[in-house]
């Protein structure tokens, strides 16, 4: 069977090489010929002048040339808005007399009267100040596909260089050596590549594998089932696999390894016994592969790996006038509708595709190694180093993640010899929580399992449990966590009202306004089942759910009759920036003071605004800040209470502590 992408494989574009019609244009061009020999010459004596140019007949048609590898038409279109079906002209305008940056209009005619997008002049000192570090004579960076036998190549060089010469990165770590149950087997036979599934036993940690992520998407995954499991065993047929497992086995053979974890392909789907058993072992898995393979830009598992690209786009082009002068071309680092997508724009690779996913974020955590196959080209990170292929240097950590985080976490041999305190760790735990809950999960089930190995490294280096994904032994100001996104509904898998992991939505580090706290409630006891993913959901009291009894300051209130709205995030009262209540009974002026002033967040977006709710106080801040959750009865009887939402209440006139007046002390169970 055919794997791998054979078209354009080794395709190298040519720099500076033109298609008929941008040749005849360049050439002919008064304009541009005055602007060359200008800037030769410093000569400034010249007449504005403007050409409007007949262009290609479409954008479709502009795709194609520059795919075919025009490198003018290649900057155009990263530039311009598509056209569909309309003509498109050059326009080159040369502004006499304004300021260098403006004078210049170069590119495809948005209006009659209008350059939509333009091009940037650049001179040679430039090119060599902003573009020195992409080198053309790297043939990687200049094939057409990213299956090439040279981007290929780059890939084994940088796997064989961190494999020998990075200790970090080839330390075991705090993890178990624990390998997966089963492997695809990739191997050659009769000169094609096949794919069977084995059962690794004790073999596993000594087997050397590459692991894949990828987005499962809407579209059907192969999966493998108990029905199809003997059959697998002997041969996965060519037409079950979809793209971007036939990519990921080209590349884990042309890499030089004959082993691949895929989840949908080395766990049981319709057993949830395999899963739970699998699962445990997730972080373990990737992080004891060789490799991780990152499919970036594919949406589903037909996307695949390996694209088709433009490198040409993002490199200056020279032409020649009719007069024998030169003139270079960009486009632009900053501006353009399309120029976010460049090769070294970290930014890009941080927002693609595969990133959303929930999974991704403990897979390339705990991964020792990753190339991503983007829509740009491929790219290098590892606990050392990170890497473009188009630079082929040192990138720098990681936007979303402090030092910590991108270097010290995914470089577990490090991790317990860092002088870190249990503030330190409980804030870098937070910092990817933050990060995991706003991503996306095909199964809301899976909502506490795709970060356990995260969680399991955590709680192994700092002895410390995790109660639902809270620190126990800070459980008091853990509990105070907060949705900076609300979630759409309560999740049914199990986790308690109290905890982040029972809601869909993004969360935020209770710490955030820093640690000053007062606690004003008390735990009494906490009952939790470890077995996050077999715990009872938060309703079903019959099978001894998770809770914990907590004594505080209590309040009912009613939410005003006035009208309720969402404003972005949060809820807010209409032409007010905040939530007020009133209280069914008389309660302390500096209270109401601070509810007046502040606002509540619920946790998800369709609770119930006509009905009582009770404000339980939590803590104190000398900063005139009251803090704590809102909750409401799960039945009449009052004899078990569930968290709705959160509060952080500051008013001018909160000049002292809190006090609680007599008889507004409750002991409930929170579930």
Not at 98 to 123: C, F, H, K, N
Not at 384 to 411: C, D, F, K, M, W
Not at 414 to 434: F, G, H, P, T, Y
Not at 517 to 524: F, G, H, S, T
């Amino acid at each position: 069977m055919a794997f791998g992408g054979k078209v354009h494989q080794n395709t190298i574009t040519n720099p500076n090489g033109l298609c008929t019609l941008c040749h005849q244009i360049t050439s002919e061009s008064r304009v541009l010929d005055n602007i060359a020999r200008r800037k030769d010459s410093d000569d400034q004596d010249s007449v504005q002048t403007t050409e409007r140019w007949p262009f290609h007949a479409s954008s479709e048609i502009l795709q194609k040339s520059a795919d075919a590898g025009c490198h003018f038409c290649s900057l155009l279109n990263l530039q311009s808005k598509p056209l569909h079906d309309v003509p498109l002209h050059l326009k080159l305008i040369d502004n006499v007399g304004q300021p260098e940056w403006m004078r210049y209009e170069i590119g495809i005619e948005q209006t009659a009267d209008a350059v939509g997008t333009w091009l940037s002049l650049i001179d040679q000192e430039g090119v060599r100040n902003y573009y020195g570090d992409y080198p053309l004579s790297n043939r990687s960076w200049r094939s057409i596909s990213t299956a090439s036998v040279a981007t290929i190549e780059l890939a084994r060089g940088w796997i064989n260089q961190c494999l020998s010469s990075h200790k970090e990165c080839a330390s075991q770590g705090v993890l178990p050596l624990v390998g997966p149950r089963r492997l695809l087997h990739i191997y050659w036979s009769c000169g094609e590549i096949s794919v069977r599934l084995i059962e690794c036993h004790a073999a596993a940690p000594a087997l050397k594998y590459v692991t894949l992520s990828h987005c499962w998407g809407q579209s059907d995954v192969a999966k493998l089932t108990r029905g199809n499991y003997k059959t697998f065993t002997q041969n996965i047929p060519g037409e079950l696999l979809p793209k971007t497992y036939k990519d990921a086995a080209d590349i884990t053979i042309r890499l030089g390894y004959n082993y691949l974890w895929i989840d949908s392909l080395c766990i049981l789907q319709d057993s949830p016994e395999d899963f739970a058993t699998e699962a445990a072992s997730m972080g373990a898995i990737y992080a004891n592969g060789v490799c991780r393979i990152a499919a970036l830009d594919s949406k589903d598992s037909h996307g695949g790996c390996y694209k088709v690209r433009t490198p040409l786009a993002f490199y200056p082009c020279t032409v020649v006038t009719h007069s024998g002068h030169e003139i270079s071309f960009h486009a632009p680092r900053s501006g353009g509708l399309r120029q976010q997508k460049r090769p070294d724009n970290t930014h890009e690779r941080e927002h693609a595709i595969l990133q959303t996913r929930g999974w991704t974020v403990q897979e390339r955590m705990l991964a020792s190694r990753t190339i991503y196959f983007s829509s740009i080209g491929i790219h290098w990170e590892c606990c050392a180093t990170e890497q473009s292929e188009q630079s082929g240097q040192l990138l720098g950590n990681l936007p979303h993640y402090n030092l910590h985080v991108s270097s010290i976490v995914r470089a577990r041999s490090k991790v317990q010899s860092l002088d870190m305190s249990a503030d330190d760790w409980a804030d870098q735990w937070w910092r990817l929580v933050e990060l995991y809950s706003g991503s996306d999960l095909t199964y809301n089930s899976d909502r506490w399992v795709a970060i356990s190995g995260l969680a399991n490294l955590f709680q192994i280096v700092t002895r410390s449990p995790l109660v639902h994904g809270l620190w126990q032994d800070r459980l008091h100001q853990e509990l105070l966590w907060y949705t900076q996104i609300p979630g759409h509904r309560r999740l049914c898998n199990g986790a308690p009202s109290w905890s982040w992991t029972s809601i869909d939505g993004k969360v935020r580090n209770p710490q955030a306004f820093g640690s000053d706290r007062k606690m004003k409630a008390q735990i009494l006891h906490v009952s939790v089942n470890r077995d996050h993913g077999s715990t009872p959901a938060v309703s079903d009291l019959t099978q001894e759910p998770p809770y914990i009894t907590v004594r505080a300051q209590m309040r009912e209130y009613q939410i005003r009759e006035s009208p309720l709205e969402w404003y972005e995030d949060r809820l807010v009262r209409r032409h007010r920036d905040s939530i007020t209540w009133s209280a069914t009974e008389d309660f302390d002026d500096t209270v109401q003071d601070c509810l007046e002033n502040g606002h509540w967040r619920p946790d998800v977006t369709n609770v119930e605004l006509q009905s009582a709710i009770w404000a339980l106080l939590w803590a104190y801040k000398p900063s005139n800040i009251v803090e704590g959750i809102v909750v409401r009865p799960l039945d009449h009887s009052q004899a078990g209470w569930y968290r709705i939402g959160s509060f952080c209440l500051g008013g001018q006139s909160m000049t002292k502590e809190v006090e609680c007046s007599e008889g507004e002390i409750r002991t409930i169970d929170l579930y």
